[in-house]
């Protein structure tokens, strides 16, 4: 997500920082979420996916993840919005940590630069896939979420 920012580099986002959120939190935005855009696969209609998403909290979409000289990747990442309550309890409940990452991100866009790729990705914070607690069998919005954009994307 660094690269979005230009690297801490855009005029008005000279900073950039990592914040840690509650496992909590981000499962109530999650479960509390509605797909920015219409499905009809998952809507009856665009009026009542309307509704559900002026009265959501949050909103979701799968935005191609990118290597770090910007390509697409094969799969998608989750982008996560918040508003109202859900902006309210990110704010009052949910953030554990804020760090300034500013530095490690002009150092990482440097060694982009630089052609030295394996030194920028070792610098890279780990990720992996975010588990849910839904039982097996069940539908999980987010995987319905998700496959929705791989039909709107394919």
């Not at 920012?5 to 981000?26: D, S």
């Not at 009052?92 to 790729?117: F, G, P």
Request: charged letters at 30%; proline letters at 5%; glycine letters at 6%.
């Amino acid at each position: 997500m660094m690269y979005r920012c230009g690297w801490g580099l855009k005029e008005g986002q000279e900073t950039v920082l990592a914040v840690e959120i509650t496992r909590e939190g981000f499962d109530w935005a999650l479960r509390n979420s509605c797909l920015s855009h219409y499905d009809r696969g998952l809507h009856p209609d665009r009026n009542q996916w309307r509704r559900e998403l002026k009265r959501s909290p949050a909103r979701v979409q799968w935005d191609p993840e990118r290597d770090l000289r910007i390509q697409p990747l094969s799969y998608r990442s989750l982008q996560l919005g918040l508003a109202g309550e859900a902006s309210r309890r990110y704010a009052d409940e949910w953030t554990v940590s804020i760090r300034d990452v500013t530095d490690l991100a002009h150092e990482i866009h440097a060694r982009v630069k630089n052609d030295d790729l394996a030194a920028a990705a070792a610098l890279l914070p780990d990720e992996r896939p975010y588990p849910t607690d839904e039982a097996p069998g069940q539908a999980n919005a987010v995987q319905r979420v998700g496959e929705a954009e791989t039909r709107a994307t394919a």
